[in-house]
Structures are given as structure tokens and as C-alpha cells.
């Protein structure tokens, strides 16, 4: 990250950090978390909206030498309770008005008296409680696991780094630019806005709480004079507006349609990434698209190699189908305490003594020039509105509520997910009531729209739904 001077570090409703402001209060509260027994490898949660005091936190975490965990402010509270218990978090960081009782220590962000005294110099390797290298985790993102619980994906400095060489060069990023932040904290896309801005000291501009997508958002862009932007294919299609002043819009997260192309790859450049929370957030990007091409997720990126392999582990010709493997140092380290997990996705390498490759479970072919096609998945993962969903995660939660004897997730004709359940013998079960109970467990964009109630799932003749 860039540090120091003058220059406008964050953007947010009309309140300015500098750079300078934003070390001063980042490294008192690293010094702070350090008091906490915070270090390499210990686990920080971070429940904090969209906000200055967002970046400060994670700031000041990297700076302390621990791990942060970020977690959306809206879910459930049985959720972040959840992922602060399993991620081992030994404190956490919040604002006024966020409370999550019990689990942790809380130190709110935006309270004063939390740093008053503390020196802002800059924290030096001695004062952390262990050495720091890049092999150490930087972070871990939970994303939908199918057994019914979240899994951590854990990110380490060294896939950092390797991505920041990454957008800075793609992106034409230099200090004068206006990178917008848009994505949930509890989205690695966040990392990805965080990165593209202070990697070469531009200015993060924070959109307020209530703007995700539609016209709102492209006024707002407009307002701001952002002139980078990532968001999801979905996103992008509802955004209204000329958007005259982004000149590099990037889309991730959904496949992108040539009608996106179409609308926005005139009078910008507009590049389609991919890439997996387990890669550290990107793999491949294309080159800017261009109405009526083909539209492609690219190439690997700086330090990153693909391969797409049969169910043999051999590369397949240009132009068939297969799996998507990535390796490089962008791998994530693993899985968060699930050993098992972890060593049926990072696979060893055919083509390497010692090496990994992350298996993504995409099928993709290449198109002949170098870039990837992607065609869909292989399993029962799906997106929606540019987040994972393992469908089973949803499945499990519809079973555990009162009366349901058995259910099955599907995503809908609009794009949603739809939820049929079987009751338990005897029992009636209200659709409205399971709804209600997903949603005060699940995040909102993995409770389904609309649930079914069954007299029997239907099955095949071998006994599969």
C-alpha cells in the first residue's frame, strides 16, 4: 500500500482522509490491536460497513501483522457470530451502532478515546509480536460451503503482492485516479477496489450505504468522477447514465453478456476478469472487449497459471471443453480448519514437483488466441447477484427449519433461487414461515425468493432428484 502526504487517501459523503491522516489513525490502532495480543497469524473480525473508518481498520490490522475477516454488516447475527467463532477471531472491530454481543473483545473504530494517547508513528517490524513475511495470511473470506456451513478461504500477503503488480499495469492506475468502493466488505471484490486505488495512491471513493446498482449508482459514479469501477454483469445492467467519467469499467463475479459489451465497452475500456476467492480474488482478465467480439475472461495474470484439463488431469485440445485449474502464488493457503477440504480443491500438480492447482470446478475452453471461453460449472455452485452459492448451504438450512422433512434448492428462471421442501410426516409447513426462518440465518442473496411446498420430491429411477 501506498502511505504518506497529502493526497486525498478516501472519499466518503463529503468526509476527506489523506494519506497522512489515514498512517496517523491506522497506525495508533495497530498499536492498539497489538496490545491485544494481536500478531502474525491471529485472527481479527472486522464488522464495518462502507466507511472511512472500514479502511482504517484493515489498515491498521495489516499493519499489526494479523489477519482480518471481514464481515457484511447485514447479515444475520447468528451468521457473523458463526464466522468470528470459526475463524478464531481474538477481537473484533466495529463502529457505533454495529453490536454483536458476546464472542470477542469489541473496540469500536470511530471512537476517539480508543486511540487517545497512542503514538501514530509508523509501527516498525520490532514492535509486532513476531515476524511478518509473505507467506503469512493477510486475510480470510468466507464464501458458501456446501456442508452447510461457511468456509474461510486464507489469502496470504504474497497473493497480494502479486496482484498489485497485476492492476496497476492492466489498469493504467496512477495517483490521480477515483477508484469507486461498491462491494460488500464481505466480498473480496472489496480487496480488489482497495488494492487498485492504494496500490499507486489514488483516492477510494466510499459510495454510501444504500447504493448498489440501478440509476442510483450511475449518478453517482457521475457525481464522484470515478474513473475506475468494478462491479458484477448484473450490477452493470441496471446502471443507468452516460457514466462519462469512468474510463475503465472491470466486471467479474457473472458471466458477461455481449449486450453489456454492447452498452458500455464504447468510450472506455471495459475488461472482463475471473477468478475464484481461492486465487486471491483474480486469475485471468481479458483485454478491453469490444462490441460484436467475443467476449472472453482472458488470460493469466502477472504470476499466475492456468490450465484446463479432462477428468484425467490432461490438458485438453484448444476449443474443447474442460476443467479450469489455476496455480501460481496467488493460491490461497487453504481452507480454515478443514484439512480435508482443502486437500480435494488445491490438488497437486501433474506438471510440477512440489506445485498446487486450485481446482475451480469451471468449465472453460480456449478460444484459440490465448483466452479463455468460460461455459459453466461443473458442480452445483452457482452465482448469484455476483456471489458464490453452494446450493447444498441453502438445502441444509430449508431441512433444519421446524417441520421440514426435505428440500431442494434450484436457481429460477429470473435469476433467484427457488426452494422446494417436503414436510415431515404429519406436520404442515407455511412456504412464508421457511422463508422467514432462511432469512434469519442466511445473508439475503442466498434466501430464496420464492419456496415450494411438496408432497414428494421427484426422483429418477436411481433415486437422484
Not at 513475511?133 to 480470510?140: E, F, T
Not at 466486471?251 to 477468478?275: N, S
Not at 480454515?336 to 490438488?347: D, E, I, K
Amino acid at each position: 500500500m501506498v502511505a504518506g502526504g497529502g493526497g486525498v487517501a478516501v472519499s466518503c459523503g463529503g468526509v476527506e482522509l489523506s494519506y497522512g491522516e489515514l498512517d496517523g489513525w491506522s497506525n495508533r490502532l495497530a498499536r492498539v490491536l497489538i496490545g491485544c495480543g494481536v500478531g502474525p497469524e491471529v485472527v481479527v473480525g472486522v464488522v464495518v460497513p462502507r466507511s472511512v473508518e472500514l479502511v482504517v481498520a484493515v489498515w491498521a490490522v495489516v499493519k499489526s501483522g494479523g489477519v482480518f475477516v471481514p464481515v457484511d454488516v447485514g447479515l444475520p447475527v447468528g451468521r457473523v457470530r458463526e464466522v468470528l467463532v470459526d475463524s478464531g477471531a481474538v477481537v473484533g472491530l466495529s463502529v457505533s451502532g454495529v453490536v454483536v454481543p458476546g464472542v470477542v473483545e469489541w473496540l469500536r473504530v470511530d471512537d476517539v478515546s480508543v486511540v487517545e494517547g497512542v503514538s501514530d508513528g509508523a509501527v516498525s517490524e520490532g514492535e509486532r509480536l513476531g515476524g511478518l513475511g509473505v507467506g503469512n495470511a493477510a486475510y480470510v473470506m468466507y464464501t458458501s460451503g456446501s456442508t452447510g456451513r461457511p468456509k474461510g478461504v486464507v489469502v496470504s500477503h504474497g497473493g497480494l503482492a502479486n496482484l498489485v503488480e497485476e492492476v496497476r499495469v492492466r489498469f493504467g492506475l496512477w495517483s490521480g485516479c477515483r477508484v469507486s468502493h461498491v462491494a460488500s466488505p464481505g466480498f473480496d471484490a472489496a480487496v480488489y477496489e482497495w488494492l487498485m486505488a492504494f496500490s499507486v495512491g489514488a483516492c477510494l471513493v466510499v459510495a454510501p450505504p444504500g447504493v448498489f446498482g440501478g440509476a442510483v449508482l450511475g449518478e453517482w459514479l457521475e457525481v464522484e468522477g470515478v474513473s475506475h469501477c468494478f462491479v458484477t454483469p448484473s450490477v452493470l445492467g441496471s446502471v443507468e447514465g452516460s457514466l462519462g467519467s469512468v474510463r475503465v469499467l472491470v466486471v467479474a463475479g457473472e458471466v458477461c453478456g455481449p449486450e453489456l459489451v454492447e452498452r458500455w465497452g464504447v468510450g472506455r475500456e471495459l475488461f472482463d476478469a475471473y477468478g475464484p476467492t481461492e486465487v486471491t480474488v483474480q486469475a485471468t482478465v481479458s483485454g478491453a472487449l469490444v462490441p460484436g467480439g467475443v467476449v472472453t475472461v482472458g488470460g493469466p495474470g502477472v504470476g499466475v497459471e492456468v490450465v484446463v484439463l479432462d477428468s484425467w488431469l490432461r490438458p485438453v485440445p484448444v476449443g474443447v471443453v474442460g476443467e479450469l485449474y489455476v496455480g501460481g502464488v496467488g493460491l490461497a493457503r487453504g481452507y480454515h480448519g478443514l484439512v480435508g477440504l482443502t486437500a480435494a480443491s488445491f490438488v497437486a500438480s501433474p506438471f510440477g514437483v512440489g506445485a498446487r492447482l486450485y481446482r475451480t470446478g469451471d468449465l472453460v475452453r480456449w478460444d484459440g488466441l490465448g483466452s479463455l471461453v468460460f461455459v459453466g460449472r461443473a458442480d452445483f455452485q452457482v452465482k448469484v447477484r455476483g456471489q458464490r452459492v453452494e446450493l447444498g448451504e441453502v438445502e441444509s438450512v430449508l431441512v433444519s427449519c421446524p417441520g421440514v422433512g426435505a428440500a431442494v434448492v434450484v436457481v429460477g428462471s429470473g435469476g433467484g433461487l427457488v426452494g422446494y421442501v417436503v414436510p415431515e410426516v404429519g406436520v404442515r409447513v407455511d412456504s412464508g414461515a421457511v422463508v422467514e426462518f432462511a432469512g434469519s440465518v442466511l445473508p439475503g442473496f442466498m434466501v430464496p425468493s420464492v419456496v415450494v411446498v411438496l408432497g414428494e420430491l421427484p426422483v429418477t429411477a436411481s433415486g437422484k432428484v
